[in-house]
Nanobody, 115 residues
Framework: QVQLVDSGGGSVQAGGSLRLSCAVSGTTISHYYLSWYRQVPGKEREFVSGIASDGYTRHAQIVQGRFTISRDDAKNTMSLQMNSLKPDDTAMYYC?????????WSQGTQVTVSS
């Protein structure tokens, strides 16, 4: 059974940093496209950052230059380094794995940024 367990969320003041991690079990991540999404109550889940198996990364414009996504295939983990956090970054963050029609989600970790 594939499981994604994310961690690292918490509360931070504006301008601070957090690092989210996602540990995967039940399969190897090397073939998967890995990404982070976030969601606030009443809004759709939105793409934040993604990284392909070849290391190519993509970020939403609103986090470009502040967030960095990475993967460690040997450890079966992915991370999201979030710097210069803003109150608008407050959300539940989810990690996701995709490979063709298959995709998996984590349970989410809350990030709260106060002004």
């Amino acid at each position: 059974q594939v499981q994604l367990v994310d961690s690292g969320g918490g509360s931070v003041q504006a301008g601070g940093s957090l690092r989210l991690s996602c540990a995967v079990s039940g399969t190897t991540i090397s073939h998967y496209y890995l990404s982070w999404y976030r969601q606030v109550p009443g809004k759709e889940r939105e793409f934040v950052s993604g990284i392909a198996s070849d290391g190519y990364t993509r970020h939403a414009q609103i986090v470009q230059g502040r967030f960095t996504i990475s993967r460690d295939d040997a450890k079966n983990t992915m991370s999201l380094q979030m710097n210069s956090l803003k109150p608008d970054d407050t959300a539940m963050y989810y990690c996701r794995m995709e490979w063709g029609p298959t995709n998996y989600w984590s349970q989410g970790t809350q990030v709260t940024v106060s002004s």
